[in-house]
């Protein structure tokens, strides 16, 4: 994707209801994305805990009703796609959907996980 240099480029001032040219937090990938399915105001709750599974640490997110449904009808019709939580303008996390998600997400920060300060700064970023 030329033309986007991921260092260089600012967070922050997009709008959730046009498509969107990110750059993972890391500058690691380069993303297009569609418009938002919904904004940090739909999100009711973040909270980092220590990874269920795996290693590491995760974010758990919940929604309000009318978001849960939009993610839940989403996520059924969007198996083995990825999808990208962005944050400020930045990808965050672009995890790959395995199945229909019909109640709190987890955002698990890939096969190492998130050290404690990444999971507690994610959480605090996403609205927890």
Not at 37 to 59: C, I, M, N, P, R
Request: hydrophobic share 35%.
């Amino acid at each position: 994707m030329a033309g986007i240099d991921c260092d260089a480029a600012e967070p922050g001032g997009f709008d959730a209801e046009q498509p969107l040219v990110a750059c993972a937090e890391d500058g690691s990938e380069r993303f297009v994305l569609d418009k938002a399915l919904f904004t940090g105001e739909g999100v009711s709750a973040a909270k980092a805990s220590k990874a269920e599974y795996g290693s590491g640490w995760a974010v758990t997110i919940s929604l309000r009703s009318a978001e849960q449904r939009t993610w839940t009808d989403y996520t059924t019709n969007h198996l083995s796609e990825r999808v990208a939580f962005v944050v400020d303008g930045r990808v965050v996390s672009a995890p790959t959907i395995q199945g229909a998600i019909t109640g709190d997400t987890t955002i698990t920060g890939g096969s190492g996980g998130f050290t404690e300060d990444e999971a507690t700064d994610l959480a605090k970023r996403l609205g927890g």
